[in-house]
Protein backbone atom coordinates (compact mmCIF):
# COMPACT_ATOMS: atom_id res chain seq x y z
CA UNK A 1 0.00 0.00 0.00
CA UNK A 2 1.94 3.44 -1.14
CA UNK A 3 2.23 6.20 1.42
CA UNK A 4 -0.88 8.32 0.11
CA UNK A 5 -3.51 5.64 0.27
CA UNK A 6 -2.29 4.78 4.05
CA UNK A 7 -2.46 8.71 5.09
CA UNK A 8 -6.13 8.54 3.03
CA UNK A 9 -6.88 5.63 5.14
CA UNK A 10 -6.03 7.60 8.18
CA UNK A 11 -7.86 10.93 7.91
CA UNK A 12 -11.10 9.68 6.02
CA UNK A 13 -12.92 9.62 9.14
CA UNK A 14 -11.96 12.61 9.69
CA UNK A 15 -12.79 14.22 6.97
CA UNK A 16 -16.60 12.66 7.74
CA UNK A 17 -16.64 14.40 10.53
CA UNK A 18 -15.92 17.56 9.58
CA UNK A 19 -17.06 17.51 5.86
CA UNK A 20 -16.79 20.80 5.30
CA UNK A 21 -13.70 21.85 5.87
CA UNK A 22 -12.53 23.24 2.37
CA UNK A 23 -8.65 23.01 1.20
CA UNK A 24 -8.26 26.98 -0.31
CA UNK A 25 -6.28 27.64 -2.96
CA UNK A 26 -6.24 31.91 -3.00
CA UNK A 27 -5.93 33.98 -5.85
CA UNK A 28 -4.87 36.85 -4.45
CA UNK A 29 -4.16 39.16 -7.51
CA UNK A 30 -8.51 38.93 -7.64
CA UNK A 31 -8.96 38.22 -4.14
CA UNK A 32 -11.32 35.08 -5.02
CA UNK A 33 -10.41 31.33 -3.63
CA UNK A 34 -11.49 27.96 -5.13
CA UNK A 35 -11.76 25.05 -3.11
CA UNK A 36 -9.01 22.23 -4.39
CA UNK A 37 -11.70 19.58 -3.45
CA UNK A 38 -15.10 20.47 -4.20
CA UNK A 39 -14.43 23.49 -6.42
CA UNK A 40 -16.07 26.03 -4.77
CA UNK A 41 -15.48 29.55 -6.20
CA UNK A 42 -15.73 32.58 -3.74
CA UNK A 43 -15.02 36.22 -3.94
CA UNK A 44 -13.65 38.72 -1.36
CA UNK A 45 -16.26 40.99 -0.60
CA UNK A 46 -14.47 44.33 1.25
CA UNK A 47 -16.59 46.90 2.91
CA UNK A 48 -15.51 49.28 5.73
CA UNK A 49 -16.57 46.70 8.50
CA UNK A 50 -15.83 43.60 7.59
CA UNK A 51 -14.37 40.98 4.76
CA UNK A 52 -16.46 38.78 3.62
CA UNK A 53 -16.10 35.79 1.07
CA UNK A 54 -18.97 36.09 -1.21
CA UNK A 55 -19.84 32.56 -2.89
CA UNK A 56 -19.96 32.33 -6.71
CA UNK A 57 -20.09 29.06 -7.42
CA UNK A 58 -21.49 26.06 -5.27
CA UNK A 59 -18.99 22.98 -4.72
CA UNK A 60 -19.92 19.42 -4.84
CA UNK A 61 -20.21 18.93 -0.73
CA UNK A 62 -19.97 15.10 -1.62
CA UNK A 63 -16.83 15.46 -2.78
CA UNK A 64 -15.25 16.20 0.87
CA UNK A 65 -16.63 12.72 1.73
CA UNK A 66 -14.83 10.96 -0.97
Known sequence: ??????????F????RI???????HYD???GKRTC???SQHEELETDILSSNWVV???GNREAHTR
Open 18 to 24: FPSAHAW
Open 36 to 38: SIC
Open 28 to 30: DAN
Open 1 to 10: MSYGAVLHSL
Open 12 to 15: LPLR
Open 56 to 58: LRD
